[in-house]
Protein backbone atom coordinates (compact mmCIF):
# COMPACT_ATOMS: atom_id res chain seq x y z
CA UNK A 1 0.00 0.00 0.00
CA UNK A 2 0.96 3.83 -1.21
CA UNK A 3 2.61 5.59 2.18
CA UNK A 4 3.67 9.33 2.69
CA UNK A 5 6.16 9.71 5.62
CA UNK A 6 5.97 12.98 7.97
CA UNK A 7 9.19 14.89 9.06
CA UNK A 8 9.28 12.13 11.80
CA UNK A 9 8.99 9.31 10.39
CA UNK A 10 5.54 7.77 10.84
CA UNK A 11 3.70 7.01 7.87
CA UNK A 12 0.37 7.56 6.66
CA UNK A 13 -1.31 5.15 4.26
CA UNK A 14 -2.37 7.10 1.32
CA UNK A 15 -5.48 5.84 0.72
CA UNK A 16 -7.67 5.89 3.02
CA UNK A 17 -11.88 5.79 3.62
CA UNK A 18 -13.60 9.14 4.02
CA UNK A 19 -16.65 9.25 6.45
CA UNK A 20 -18.46 12.56 5.45
CA UNK A 21 -22.02 11.71 4.46
CA UNK A 22 -21.97 8.45 5.84
CA UNK A 23 -24.83 8.30 7.97
CA UNK A 24 -25.22 6.36 11.66
CA UNK A 25 -26.74 3.29 10.88
CA UNK A 26 -24.18 2.62 7.88
CA UNK A 27 -20.42 3.85 8.93
CA UNK A 28 -20.09 0.95 11.63
CA UNK A 29 -20.54 -1.66 8.83
CA UNK A 30 -18.37 0.71 6.14
CA UNK A 31 -15.17 1.02 8.64
CA UNK A 32 -15.59 -2.58 10.00
CA UNK A 33 -15.61 -3.84 6.38
CA UNK A 34 -12.89 -1.49 5.19
CA UNK A 35 -10.45 -1.86 7.99
CA UNK A 36 -11.08 -6.09 6.99
CA UNK A 37 -10.66 -5.06 3.51
CA UNK A 38 -7.67 -3.73 3.68
CA UNK A 39 -7.68 0.00 4.81
CA UNK A 40 -5.43 1.39 7.44
CA UNK A 41 -6.36 5.49 7.28
CA UNK A 42 -9.79 6.41 8.22
CA UNK A 43 -10.47 10.01 7.79
CA UNK A 44 -13.43 11.32 10.69
CA UNK A 45 -14.58 14.43 11.93
CA UNK A 46 -17.05 15.08 14.95
CA UNK A 47 -19.55 17.44 12.32
CA UNK A 48 -20.05 14.39 10.51
CA UNK A 49 -22.12 13.13 13.59
CA UNK A 50 -21.00 9.46 13.09
CA UNK A 51 -17.76 9.76 15.48
CA UNK A 52 -19.06 7.34 18.67
CA UNK A 53 -20.52 4.81 15.91
CA UNK A 54 -16.83 4.61 14.02
CA UNK A 55 -15.48 4.47 18.19
CA UNK A 56 -17.44 1.24 18.21
CA UNK A 57 -16.43 -0.21 14.63
CA UNK A 58 -12.81 0.57 15.93
CA UNK A 59 -12.81 -1.34 18.91
CA UNK A 60 -14.82 -4.19 17.81
CA UNK A 61 -11.84 -4.23 14.86
CA UNK A 62 -9.30 -4.14 17.87
CA UNK A 63 -11.07 -6.52 20.10
CA UNK A 64 -11.24 -9.18 16.82
CA UNK A 65 -7.95 -8.90 16.37
CA UNK A 66 -8.26 -6.89 13.06
CA UNK A 67 -6.19 -4.67 13.41
CA UNK A 68 -3.93 -3.44 16.12
CA UNK A 69 -4.30 0.23 17.22
CA UNK A 70 -0.83 1.25 16.12
CA UNK A 71 -1.38 -0.25 12.60
CA UNK A 72 -4.70 2.18 11.09
CA UNK A 73 -4.54 5.72 11.38
CA UNK A 74 -6.72 7.93 12.35
CA UNK A 75 -7.61 11.79 11.72
CA UNK A 76 -10.26 13.87 13.05
CA UNK A 77 -11.00 17.48 13.29
CA UNK A 78 -11.43 20.38 15.69
CA UNK A 79 -14.59 22.25 14.73
CA UNK A 80 -15.22 25.55 14.45
CA UNK A 81 -16.94 26.78 17.96
CA UNK A 82 -13.70 25.30 19.53
CA UNK A 83 -11.38 27.66 18.16
CA UNK A 84 -10.38 29.47 21.47
CA UNK A 85 -7.50 28.16 23.06
CA UNK A 86 -9.71 26.98 26.15
CA UNK A 87 -11.96 25.08 23.97
CA UNK A 88 -9.61 23.35 21.82
CA UNK A 89 -8.45 20.83 24.59
CA UNK A 90 -12.42 19.39 25.34
CA UNK A 91 -13.33 19.39 21.73
CA UNK A 92 -10.78 16.88 21.27
CA UNK A 93 -11.51 14.71 24.62
CA UNK A 94 -14.85 14.56 23.21
CA UNK A 95 -13.71 13.08 20.29
CA UNK A 96 -11.44 10.47 21.78
CA UNK A 97 -14.14 9.50 24.43
CA UNK A 98 -16.51 9.00 21.06
CA UNK A 99 -13.86 7.35 18.94
CA UNK A 100 -12.76 5.23 21.89
CA UNK A 101 -9.25 5.94 21.66
CA UNK A 102 -6.33 7.30 23.85
CA UNK A 103 -4.59 9.40 20.80
CA UNK A 104 -5.02 10.72 17.47
CA UNK A 105 -2.61 10.07 14.75
CA UNK A 106 -3.72 13.55 13.31
CA UNK A 107 -5.89 16.52 14.39
CA UNK A 108 -6.49 19.28 12.13
CA UNK A 109 -8.33 22.74 12.62
CA UNK A 110 -11.40 21.94 10.33
CA UNK A 111 -12.13 25.44 8.91
CA UNK A 112 -10.43 28.60 9.31
CA UNK A 113 -13.57 29.89 10.50
CA UNK A 114 -14.57 30.31 13.91
CA UNK A 115 -18.03 30.36 15.32
CA UNK A 116 -19.65 30.67 18.99
CA UNK A 117 -19.70 27.60 21.31
CA UNK A 118 -22.17 25.24 20.56
CA UNK A 119 -23.06 26.78 17.08
CA UNK A 120 -22.73 24.08 14.19
CA UNK A 121 -23.83 26.52 11.46
CA UNK A 122 -24.52 30.19 11.62
CA UNK A 123 -27.02 31.89 11.36
CA UNK A 124 -25.91 35.75 10.83
CA UNK A 125 -23.10 37.40 12.20
CA UNK A 126 -23.83 37.22 15.34
CA UNK A 127 -23.19 32.94 15.94
CA UNK A 128 -19.98 33.91 14.58
CA UNK A 129 -16.12 35.12 15.87
CA UNK A 130 -14.02 37.01 13.99
CA UNK A 131 -10.19 36.72 13.42
CA UNK A 132 -9.57 39.13 16.14
CA UNK A 133 -11.60 37.41 18.70
CA UNK A 134 -10.41 34.18 17.61
CA UNK A 135 -6.96 34.44 16.21
CA UNK A 136 -5.67 31.29 14.28
CA UNK A 137 -2.34 31.77 15.90
CA UNK A 138 -3.99 31.38 19.06
CA UNK A 139 -5.89 27.99 18.26
CA UNK A 140 -2.74 27.06 16.49
CA UNK A 141 -0.94 26.98 19.89
CA UNK A 142 -3.89 25.33 21.72
CA UNK A 143 -3.01 22.57 19.00
CA UNK A 144 0.80 22.60 19.99
CA UNK A 145 0.14 22.01 23.40
CA UNK A 146 -1.93 18.87 22.41
CA UNK A 147 1.17 17.26 20.72
CA UNK A 148 2.87 18.10 24.27
CA UNK A 149 0.41 16.08 26.05
CA UNK A 150 0.46 12.99 23.65
CA UNK A 151 -3.13 13.45 22.77
CA UNK A 152 -2.48 14.23 19.36
CA UNK A 153 0.63 12.48 17.44
CA UNK A 154 0.47 15.46 14.13
CA UNK A 155 -1.53 18.46 13.68
CA UNK A 156 -2.77 20.31 10.58
CA UNK A 157 -5.21 21.90 8.89
CA UNK A 158 -8.00 21.70 6.19
CA UNK A 159 -9.75 24.20 4.18
CA UNK A 160 -6.54 26.45 4.15
CA UNK A 161 -5.27 28.54 1.80
CA UNK A 162 -1.17 29.59 1.14
CA UNK A 163 -2.31 33.01 2.74
CA UNK A 164 -3.53 31.19 6.64
CA UNK A 165 -0.75 28.50 6.12
CA UNK A 166 1.84 31.23 6.11
CA UNK A 167 -0.05 33.05 8.70
CA UNK A 168 0.19 30.30 11.55
CA UNK A 169 4.03 28.96 10.25
CA UNK A 170 5.24 33.04 11.13
CA UNK A 171 5.10 31.63 14.90
CA UNK A 172 4.10 28.19 14.80
CA UNK A 173 6.89 26.20 17.14
CA UNK A 174 4.73 22.92 15.48
CA UNK A 175 4.59 23.92 11.65
CA UNK A 176 1.45 22.33 10.27
CA UNK A 177 1.92 18.79 8.62
CA UNK A 178 -1.02 18.35 6.93
CA UNK A 179 -3.78 20.87 4.89
CA UNK A 180 -6.83 18.78 3.41
CA UNK A 181 -8.57 20.53 1.20
CA UNK A 182 -10.81 19.52 -1.87
CA UNK A 183 -8.76 18.32 -4.26
CA UNK A 184 -9.81 16.64 -7.64
CA UNK A 185 -9.31 17.17 -11.62
CA UNK A 186 -11.79 19.85 -11.73
CA UNK A 187 -9.81 21.56 -8.84
CA UNK A 188 -6.22 20.91 -9.07
CA UNK A 189 -5.65 23.99 -7.02
CA UNK A 190 -1.67 24.01 -8.56
CA UNK A 191 -0.45 27.14 -7.09
CA UNK A 192 -1.56 25.45 -3.05
CA UNK A 193 -0.10 22.13 -4.03
CA UNK A 194 3.24 23.82 -4.64
CA UNK A 195 2.87 26.04 -2.12
CA UNK A 196 2.46 22.55 0.44
CA UNK A 197 5.41 21.15 -1.43
CA UNK A 198 7.65 24.01 -0.79
CA UNK A 199 6.95 23.38 2.62
CA UNK A 200 6.84 19.93 3.80
CA UNK A 201 3.03 20.23 4.04
CA UNK A 202 1.49 16.32 3.16
CA UNK A 203 -1.91 17.07 1.37
CA UNK A 204 -5.02 15.21 2.06
CA UNK A 205 -7.74 15.39 -1.26
CA UNK A 206 -11.19 15.35 -0.26
CA UNK A 207 -13.96 14.51 -2.27
CA UNK A 208 -11.74 13.33 -4.90
CA UNK A 209 -15.09 11.89 -6.92
CA UNK A 210 -17.35 15.10 -7.00
CA UNK A 211 -19.15 14.52 -3.80
CA UNK A 212 -22.21 14.33 -5.85
CA UNK A 213 -24.02 12.47 -2.96
CA UNK A 214 -23.42 15.94 -0.84
CA UNK A 215 -26.90 17.76 0.34
CA UNK A 216 -28.75 19.11 -2.50
CA UNK A 217 -28.26 22.59 -0.43
CA UNK A 218 -24.71 22.67 -1.19
CA UNK A 219 -25.35 22.39 -4.73
CA UNK A 220 -24.89 24.78 -7.49
CA UNK A 221 -27.94 24.43 -10.33
CA UNK A 222 -26.44 22.71 -13.59
CA UNK A 223 -22.90 22.07 -11.88
CA UNK A 224 -20.26 19.78 -13.50
CA UNK A 225 -20.36 16.12 -12.79
CA UNK A 226 -16.65 14.63 -12.59
CA UNK A 227 -17.79 10.52 -12.87
CA UNK A 228 -19.02 11.26 -15.85
CA UNK A 229 -16.51 13.43 -17.40
CA UNK A 230 -15.84 12.30 -20.75
CA UNK A 231 -12.10 12.01 -20.33
CA UNK A 232 -12.21 10.21 -17.41
CA UNK A 233 -14.77 7.80 -18.36
CA UNK A 234 -12.51 6.98 -21.85
CA UNK A 235 -9.36 6.53 -19.76
CA UNK A 236 -11.58 3.90 -17.36
CA UNK A 237 -12.38 1.97 -20.25
CA UNK A 238 -9.07 1.62 -21.55
CA UNK A 239 -7.91 0.33 -18.08
CA UNK A 240 -10.93 -1.54 -17.75
CA UNK A 241 -12.18 -0.34 -14.39
CA UNK A 242 -14.54 2.27 -13.39
CA UNK A 243 -14.29 6.24 -13.68
CA UNK A 244 -13.99 6.42 -9.45
CA UNK A 245 -11.11 4.40 -9.85
CA UNK A 246 -9.75 6.51 -12.63
CA UNK A 247 -10.13 9.56 -10.17
CA UNK A 248 -8.56 8.01 -7.21
CA UNK A 249 -5.29 7.01 -9.25
CA UNK A 250 -4.91 10.56 -10.27
CA UNK A 251 -4.85 11.92 -6.79
CA UNK A 252 -2.33 8.71 -5.61
CA UNK A 253 0.02 9.67 -8.63
CA UNK A 254 0.11 12.83 -7.83
CA UNK A 255 1.38 12.46 -4.60
CA UNK A 256 -2.07 13.12 -2.54
CA UNK A 257 -3.49 11.55 0.33
CA UNK A 258 -7.16 10.93 -0.64
CA UNK A 259 -10.23 9.97 1.11
CA UNK A 260 -12.94 8.06 -1.02
CA UNK A 261 -16.33 8.02 0.95
CA UNK A 262 -18.75 5.30 0.52
CA UNK A 263 -20.43 2.58 2.62
CA UNK A 264 -21.10 0.51 0.20
CA UNK A 265 -19.02 -3.16 0.47
CA UNK A 266 -18.38 -3.33 -3.82
CA UNK A 267 -17.35 0.57 -3.76
CA UNK A 268 -15.52 0.07 -0.86
CA UNK A 269 -13.09 -3.11 -2.33
CA UNK A 270 -12.91 -1.11 -5.80
CA UNK A 271 -12.02 2.31 -4.23
CA UNK A 272 -8.99 0.18 -2.80
CA UNK A 273 -7.73 -1.24 -5.58
CA UNK A 274 -7.49 1.73 -7.25
CA UNK A 275 -4.03 1.61 -6.23
CA UNK A 276 -3.27 -1.37 -9.15
CA UNK A 277 -4.63 1.48 -11.90
CA UNK A 278 -1.10 2.89 -13.15
CA UNK A 279 -1.85 5.48 -15.21
CA UNK A 280 0.31 6.93 -18.26
CA UNK A 281 2.26 10.00 -18.22
CA UNK A 282 -0.07 11.31 -21.16
CA UNK A 283 -3.33 10.18 -19.24
CA UNK A 284 -2.12 12.36 -16.19
CA UNK A 285 -1.57 15.16 -18.78
CA UNK A 286 -5.06 14.96 -20.11
CA UNK A 287 -6.56 14.49 -16.76
CA UNK A 288 -4.87 17.44 -15.52
CA UNK A 289 -6.24 19.73 -18.37
CA UNK A 290 -9.65 19.38 -17.36
CA UNK A 291 -8.93 22.02 -14.32
CA UNK A 292 -12.13 24.23 -14.01
CA UNK A 293 -11.13 25.78 -10.69
CA UNK A 294 -14.83 24.19 -9.65
CA UNK A 295 -15.52 24.19 -6.25
CA UNK A 296 -18.19 21.49 -5.28
CA UNK A 297 -17.49 23.12 -1.63
CA UNK A 298 -17.42 26.76 -2.06
CA UNK A 299 -17.62 27.50 1.61
CA UNK A 300 -20.40 30.60 0.50
CA UNK A 301 -22.12 29.18 4.03
CA UNK A 302 -19.33 30.97 6.33
CA UNK A 303 -20.22 34.24 4.45
CA UNK A 304 -23.27 36.50 6.31
CA UNK A 305 -24.38 39.71 5.82
CA UNK A 306 -23.41 40.51 8.84
CA UNK A 307 -20.81 38.43 9.59
CA UNK A 308 -16.84 38.64 10.12
CA UNK A 309 -15.78 36.86 6.96
CA UNK A 310 -15.79 37.17 3.13
CA UNK A 311 -14.97 34.58 0.66
CA UNK A 312 -11.50 35.95 0.56
CA UNK A 313 -10.97 35.33 3.73
CA UNK A 314 -11.73 31.50 3.72
CA UNK A 315 -9.74 30.94 0.82
CA UNK A 316 -6.79 32.97 1.62
Given at each position: ????????????????????K????????????????????????????????I????????????????E????????????????V?????????????????????????????????????????????????????????????G??????????????????M?????????????????????????F??????????????????????????????L???????????I??????????????????????????E???????????????????????????????????????????????????
Amino acid sequence: MQTFTFRNNDTISALGLGTWKSEPGEVFHAVKFAIETGYRHIDCAPIYGNEPEIGQALQESFASGTVKRDEIWITSKLWNDSHLPEDVEPALQRTLRDLKLQYLDLFLIHWPVALKRGIDFPRGGKDMLSYKEAPLTATWQAMEELVDKGMVRHIGVSNFGAGNLSLLMESARIKPEMNQVELHPYLTQTGLVQFCHEHGILITAYSPLGSSDRAAGLKSRDEPVLLEDTTVKEIATIHDCTPAQVLIAWSLRKGYCVIPKSVHEGRIKQNLQAEQVILSESEISKIDKLNKGYRYVNGDFWVKRDGPYAMEDIWY
